[in-house]
């Protein structure tokens, strides 16, 4: 699993503070415009879970993460009888979960006075075509 987010897209719903985010003082969009998560390794660890480790680059610092995958859904797409887009498609649906410490990718600014905890959630549908 390749996962890629934007990070000029992350909203708090606060405008002032959603743009300090975005600065140097934080994730610095200008220089680090994606977060990215690269699989490299899957265990199963259940009937319906699994483990999920791979590299995670934020700030252009690659380190490492876990995530923790609950698998979810197989089967006709739950929007098929109401959205002919979906009709007689077949999805996957998983969700992956897991804590990094943001200090370790240098993102320490005002810790301890905020969590320097960040937790990580990842949905996503498998569309088989």
């Known amino acids: 699993m390749n996962v890629s987010i934007r990070v000029a897209s992350l909203q708090t719903g606060v405008d002032a503070l959603d743009r300090h985010l975005r600065s140097v003082d934080f994730f610095d969009v200008a ?14 660890t259940g009937d319906k879970t699994g483990e999920l480790v791979g590299d995670l680059t934020m700030l252009g610092v690659t380190k490492p993460a876990t995530l923790q995958v609950t698998w979810v859904y197989t089967g006709e797409h739950p929007l098929g009888s109401i959205n002919a887009a979906f ?33 990580i959630t990842v949905e996503s549908e498998l569309l088989k075509k």
């Open 31 to 44: 220089s680090h415009p994606t977060i990215t998560f690269k699989s490299t390794q899957v265990t199963k």
């Open 87 to 119: 009709r007689d498609k077949t999805v996957a649906v998983f969700s992956a979960k897991g804590t990094i410490k943001r200090s370790e990718w240098g993102l320490s600014r005002v810790v301890p006075l905020v969590s320097d905890d960040i937790q």
